[in-house]
């Protein structure tokens, strides 16, 4: 707080210390008054300004050298005086002002003097504080023609400095304080707000240093990067803020043409411009070169906040000087739009402000001048734009479709005035054309299939949340930066949005039949078209633009769709077609080969497409064409919403048919284009779609089934509908697989392939929809096991067994011996019970069995077909029937009286597979086997015991060995795979079959082997579980077994009668067989 608030008493504090500083200037004596000075209030300062100023000033104009730390105190003194009062002189401003100034220059080498950096920091300070304590009206007479000189010193020593200098700290604090001296400062109280006059009066002034200000500055702008983003921060500021007071169109309308003579000396009068036409003029032709040179430095600048003020200069010259600068209009414009999508959100942010403010005023529609420059400059570069795309790296590619992408929404509804050239249409639709070639050399794309029968059925809320998304990426072969890709969407969207869309449409139709070279790129830019149109993914800076009419909309969307889906672009040839007269696959091991599914031909049928060897970019482009079709076919969904449902009847089908394509790019798509169709239409499912769907969807596959020549995919239709719905579907389907049963007969020896796959959906699709009779099957199961484990136990007296009882319990164990031994038509034809059943008087047909469960005739319809394809010669056919096969016995379970004639039937055909075919297919012939075993019990025992077990068990004793010495790369060869399969099943049979002592002996000397530490760990394990299976079955045999093979300790007789058993007792160390055999032991405790 201040101690002298008073004049008088800070007046006989401060008098002796300016006494002392007069007599003898140091730096002691001005510290000292600086420190008498801040024990003095304000208002005392201010009436003793003059006084404590003098000291101060006679120091400064003492004439001979100085000190430099002497005259960098009294000048920091000199601010703190000036911080703290006000300049009310005309005549003290401007002396101050001279004083100050004359610190920076040498006199003798007429140059900035050579002095420390902190003497040019403090007096580039004193100075800018000055003008801050100017008093009112006081700062304006500063700026009066007579100080024309004193200003232009100033403002030259500032530039010198802002260039010259290698501190940064003093280049920005030199460019502040010009901003002082050109009223641009940022301070609330200074400068205060100028009339008309006033503004014209300086305006007048600063034209004359506005040459020197403008080149410099363009200087160091352009200068290195190194520099920091500050400076050319605070330079870019000053430049745009002094041309647009200087070129401001509103001052120079009011200008006169003569201008007055000035009431100064010759010399200050050839100083001022007036600032007519022709000076006008030439000036914006000067400026232009600077601004372009500006543009073309700071556009690539790498600091955002760069590139952001850049934006500001565009706004600020083009909103105040569209006039005096017409010339500065097209790079200007240009540096605005090729920003609009820099890498920085705050630069496009502001960008789009800007052009959405232009849009607002209408600078560039409301202004002829402004919208011929864009038109020209648009003409000019889809001039060259194919020369660019096909030259440029992609920064070049990116910084060009920027331009081109801002072009577009500046003019807006004005791009017509372009696209109705015929050669600029040409010119711009050949560089899109070019650029958006893809690369088609990818294998994997060809390579990747859909082998197994996925679940493609999803709820799209999960996708709503998220936007449209690639399912695969695409590779380009002009460009890798995916910002460029993102471009030319927004590229053609826009030219949707507000070109003339039938035009475009037509065009680019033209181009997708002239080559199918250009295919590709015409459809993907089609589909964009169609999104822009819509007004999807367009940001509309023209409000009053009127956007295509969706009547509009759904007739051309329909033109497009129908050449899409047309024969001759929808089935294209994407994969090699296989060879199913031979055994190609016989030699190839691995699961690829297990699951494999079928490799036909997309279009065989079609002669214009069969080439005996098409390449891997032919196929590879064919798919990549599909993919964009169906792509556009979900956009054009999003673009019409509820109204596409009106085309649902042309686009649905195909769109189905390339869910169930065998390449996996091609199925993930359509899947991706069902989704988008659901969001569109407001269903709530793919199950809901195709339910909704589903009559005309079964009368098209009916239809085509007849003709199946000419549509060899109609299989995969009813395919995708069965992954995809629920079992109301089975009744409308019923007719249908009936059809497809009867086209197998008829086409079994060509299409058996594509067949058996729909057929293995359905039977999948069938025990999903109906897994009740899995349960009602359980509980029999283990009421047979039950009667069966009672039959084994020695039957205790009771009192209460009637003779009915015992009669009842000797013809059930025939029955079930029957069963076993495969007399089923003796199952059939049983006697009928001594006791007639009573027969309903009121039942007209006792004798007549009621009709079938629709899925247990299919699947007994399904069972029959497998059971003579399954010594069909393609191992391929011969694999998925045993799949078939599989999920028959699942459904058919609960009906055994249609399940066990079939399975007997199936029977020989299956015993051949597992002992007599390739090993994928005696893999999948054994799982068939469990199966059964699980389902059928009984009936199955005998069969299994005579014709299968033998084989089965020499393989394992036969293998063994081999697998003992085998490596670890063992592990994946299909024959480890077979030994795992069999080991694995074969405790589960023998428990659920209840087999006998013989036959368990059999398979417990076949799996004694793998017990050994020397076999694989997996078959290993798998053995322990055959044993675990046999302890529930025959728990005494298994202990003994096991014990003699490695006994852990000896037995005693419990009496001296009692002969000991001899069992083995080697050590563990020598018995390989001695850790899983301890194990085992410990489970039968």
């Known amino acids: 707080m201040a101690v002298f608030d008073t004049p008088e008493a800070a007046f006989g504090v401060l008098r002796p210390v300016c006494v002392q500083l007069t007599k003898t200037p140091t730096v002691e004596s001005v510290e000292q008054l600086q420190t008498q000075l801040q024990s003095v209030s304000d208002s005392a300062l201010q009436e003793l300004q003059q006084y404590i100023l003098f000291p101060l000033r006679f120091t400064l104009k003492t004439p001979g050298p100085k000190r430099e730390r002497l005259l960098q105190s009294v000048v920091e003194c000199l601010t703190f005086v000036l911080s703290s009062t006000c300049v009310r002189e005309q005549e003290l401003l401007q002396e101050l002002f001279s004083e100050l100034s004359a610190c920076l220059y040498s006199p003798s080498s007429q140059k900035l003097a050579v002095v420390s950096e902190e003497l040019k920091l403090a007096v580039i300070q004193g100075l800018s504080t000055l003008m801050h304590s100017a008093y009112g009206d006081v700062i304006l007479t500063f700026y009066e023609p007579s100080i ?84 050319v921060v605070s330079s870019l500021k000053i430049f745009y803020k002094t041309v647009g007071f200087v070129l401001a169109d509103e001052q120079l309308r009011r200008i006169s043409k003569v201008q007055a003579k000035p009431a100064v000396e010759r010399r200050v009068a050839e100083l001022m411009v007036h600032r007519e036409a022709d000076w006008i003029k030439n000036t914006g032709d000067k ?39 017409v010339e500065s209009a097209g790079p200007l414009l240009k540096a605005l739009v090729g920003l609009v999508n820099d890498e920085s959100p705050e630069v496009q942010a502001q960008c789009n402000k800007v052009l959405r403010h232009f849009a607002d005023q209408k600078v560039v529609v409301g202004n002829r001048a402004f919208a011929d420059i864009l038109s020209e400059s648009l003409h000019s570069l889809a001039t060259s734009l194919p020369r660019l795309m096909n030259s440029q790296d992609d920064q070049g590619k990116f910084s060009t479709l920027s331009l081109l992408l801002g072009y577009l929404k500046l003019l807006g509804p004005k791009i017509n005035f372009v696209l109705n050239s015929v050669a600029h249409l040409q010119r711009l639709a050949k560089a899109l054309i070019q650029v958006l070639e893809l690369d088609v050399t990818d294998i994997k794309i060809v390579e990747e299939r859909c082998w197994s029968s ?40 826009l030219l949707g949005y507000y070109g003339n869309l039938y035009l475009l449409v037509d065009h680019f139709m033209e181009l997708y039949h002239e080559s199918v070279a250009y295919r590709k790129q015409a459809a993907m830019i089609l589909n964009e078209l169609v999104t822009g149109a819509a007004g999807l993914e367009v940001e509309d800076l023209h409000e009053k633009h009127t956007k295509t009419s969706p009547e509009e909309l759904r007739e051309i969307v329909t033109s497009i769709l129908e050449e899409y889906t047309s024969q001759e672009n929808w089935y294209l040839v994407t994969c090699i077609e296989a060879d199913e007269d031979d ?70 089908y195909p769109v189905l048919e390339k869910a169930g394509d065998q390449t996996l790019l091609v199925s993930q798509v359509a899947t991706s284009t069902m989704v988008d169709i659901c969001h569109a239409c407001g269903y709530n499912s793919l199950q ?30 009813l395919e995708v509908m069965l992954r995809n719905s629920d079992a109301s579907l089975l009744p409308l389907v019923a007719d249908v697989v009936q059809d497809v049963l009867a086209t197998l007969d008829q086409f079994y020896d060509k299409r058996a392939a594509s067949f058996v796959s729909v057929l293995h959906t359905l039977l999948a699709a069938l025990a999903q929809w109906f897994p009740g009779t899995g349960c009602v099957e359980q509980l029999q199961e283990q009421s047979l096991e039950a009667t069966a484990h009672s039959c084994q136990t020695p039957a205790t007296p009771d009192s209460s067994a009637t003779a009915e009882d015992i009669e009842q319990f000797v013809l059930n164990y025939l029955r079930e011996k029957d069963v076993a031994e495969g007399n089923v038509s003796d199952f059939d034809d049983e006697e009928a019970p001594s006791v007639p059943p009573q027969v309903d008087e009121n039942d007209t047909h006792p004798d007549v069995e009621p009709p079938l469960p629709v899925q247990i005739q299919i699947a007994k319809d399904v069972m029959e077909r497998c059971i003579h394809l399954l010594s069909d010669r393609s191992l391929k056919i011969r694999l998925k029937v ?46 068939v086997l469990r199966t059964l075993g699980g389902k059928c019990g009984d009936f199955l025992r005998s069969r299994f015991c005579k014709d299968v077990l033998p084989k089965l068990a020499g393989s394992l004793v036969t293998q063994a060995p081999i697998s003992a010495r085998a490596g670890p790369v063992y592990s994946h060869t299909l024959a480890f795979k077979l030994q795992l399969a069999v080991l694995q099943g074969l405790g589960p049979l023998c428990e659920r079959l209840d087999l006998g002592e013989v036959d368990l002996n059999k398979v417990a000397d076949a799996c004694l082997t793998y017990l050994s530490t020397k076999q694989p760990v997996k078959l290993q394990e798998a053995a322990r579980s055959v044993f675990l299976h046999l302890m529930k079955v025959d728990p005494d045999s298994t202990w003994l077994l096991l014990n003699e093979l490695y006994c852990p300790r000896p037995f005693t007789p419990p009496h001296a009668s009692l002969h000991p058993v001899p069992l083995q007792a080697a050590s563990a160390q020598q018995n390989p067989y001695a850790a899983n055999v301890l194990r085992l032991l410990q489970e039968l405790r």
């Open 688 to 717: 809901h779609l195709i339910n909704q769907n589903s009559d005309y969807l079964v009368n098209g596959i009916s239809l085509n089934l007849r003709h199946l020549a000419l549509h060899p995919h109609t299989p995969k239709v």
């Open 882 to 927: 045993l799949d078939v096969l599989g999920l028959c016995v699942v459904v058919l379970q609960s009906h055994k009286n249609q399940l066990l004639p079939l399975a007997h039937r199936a029977w020989p055909s299956l015993v051949h597979r597992l002992t007599n075919d390739d090993p994928l297919a005696v893999l999948a012939a054994f799982k």
């Open 583 to 652: 055994e190609l696959m016989t030699k190839r091991s691995g699961l690829q080969a297990l699951t494999s599914g079928t490799r036909t031909c997309q279009i065989a049928s079609f002669p214009a497409f069969s080439k005996p060897s098409p390449t891997i970019c032919s196929m590879n482009s064919n798919i990549w064409q599909i993919c964009i079709q169906l792509e556009g076919i979900g956009q054009f969904a999003c673009a019409l919403g509820k109204d596409f449902r009106l085309l649902l009847m042309s686009a649905l």
């Open 287 to 325: 400026l232009a070169i600077l601004i372009k040179k500006i543009i073309e430095c700071v556009s690539v600048h790498p600091h955002w906040k760069v590139r952001l003020e850049l934006v500001e200069l565009v706004e600020a010259l083009l909103l105040k000087c569209s006039q005096s600068l």
């Open 148 to 231: 024309l000189p004193r200003l232009g010193f100033a403002v030259s020593l500032l530039l010198g400095l802002a260039e010259q200098e290698k501190s940064k700290q003093i280049k920005i604090a030199a460019l502040r304080c010009l901003q002082v001296l050109l009223f641009q400062c940022d301070c609330q109280d200074h400068p205060r707000s100028l009339d008309e006059t006033e503004q014209q009066k300086l305006g007048d002034v600063f034209a004359s240093f506005l040459p020197g200000i403008s080149t410099t500055l363009t200087r160091v702008i352009t200068g290195d990067f190194k520099q920091g983003h500050r400076i």
């Open 454 to 493: 996925r679940d493609l059925g999803a709820s799209p809320e999960a996708s709503a949340i998220q936007p449209r998304k690639q399912v695969q990426r695409r590779y380009f072969r002009f460009f890798t930066d995916e910002r460029i890709f993102l471009l030319l969407r927004q590229v053609c969207q």
